[in-house]
T-cell receptor, first 113, second 114 residues
Framework: AQSVTQPDIHITVSEGASLELRCNYSYGATPYLFWYVQSPGQGLQLLLKYFSGDTLVQGIKGFEAEFKRSQSSFNLRKPSVHWSDAAEYFCAVSAGGGNKLTFGTGTQLKVEL | DTAVSQTPKYLVTQMGNDKSIKCEQNLGHDTMYWYKQDSKKFLKIMFSYNNKELIINETVPNRFSPKSPDKAHLNLHINSLELGDSAVYFC?????????????FGPGTRLTVL
């Protein structure tokens, strides 16, 4: 069965600093990978996704992620964080039948002004 | 013109009661889902329906029963509510049941069982 690990429960960065959120997955074949963001009291919004092809994918709000098969990783990055980026970030993998998303435990991002 | 809507947004009830949460999507999607997010923010899929047919049924107590009257609606009925059912429940939909289908999430329903 597939699984997703987000090693960092909390991350705090200063506004304007760069950001990298880690995600490692476990799955036997090529996975379909996603990053979602959840603002307080809100539902989840898709930031970006990887299916195949170019391993560097661009998403909304200036985010990007890089798929590294050798490291089973799909880390999320942003060159300059804005205060409005403070939220919970979830990495997810879709595998098996029925488009079942398996989520990581999330990383809470705090942005210091 | 909300894409995926849920009602109610908040639900507070006593143990042993029966309650329902409604979900509607106006995206024309074929597949809908229910997820449960616990107090530690962990998200886990509960059910998925494709064109009113149940396709995913995770290990969920049979007190939980999804009902899909049409492909735009997926309701969640919970019998004999327990304290452990307190959580945020998210509905989602996607264009199809394939692995690449982006899922659109509703705003969530926060259920509190007293």
């Amino acid at each position: 069965a597939q699984s997703v690990t987000q090693p960092d429960i909390h991350i705090t960065v200063s506004e304007g600093a760069s950001l990298e959120l880690r995600c490692n997955y476990s799955y036997g074949a090529t996975p379909y990978l996603f990053w979602y963001v959840q603002s307080p009291g809100q539902g989840l919004q898709l930031l970006l996704k990887y299916f195949s092809g170019d391993t560097l994918v661009q998403g909304i709000k200036g985010f990007e992620a890089e798929f590294k098969r050798s490291q089973s990783s799909f880390n999320l990055r942003k060159p300059s964080v804005h205060w409005s980026d403070a939220a919970e970030y979830f990495c997810a993998v879709s595998a098996g039948g029925g488009n079942k998303l398996t989520f990581g435990t999330g990383t809470q991002l705090k942005v210091e002004l | 013109d909300t894409a995926v809507s849920q009602t109610p947004k908040y639900l507070v009830t006593q143990m042993g009661n029966d309650k329902s949460i409604k979900c509607e999507q106006n995206l024309g999607h074929d597949t809908m889902y229910w997820y449960k997010q616990d107090s530690k923010k962990f998200l886990k899929i509960m059910f998925s329906y494709n064109n009113k047919e149940l396709i995913i049924n995770e290990t969920v107590p049979n007190r939980f029963s999804p009902k899909s009257p049409d492909k735009a609606h997926l309701n969640l009925h919970i019998n004999s509510l327990e304290l452990g059912d307190s959580a945020v429940y998210f509905c989602a939909s996607s264009q199809d049941r394939g692995l690449a289908g982006e899922q659109f999430f509703g705003p969530g329903t926060r259920l509190t069982v007293l």
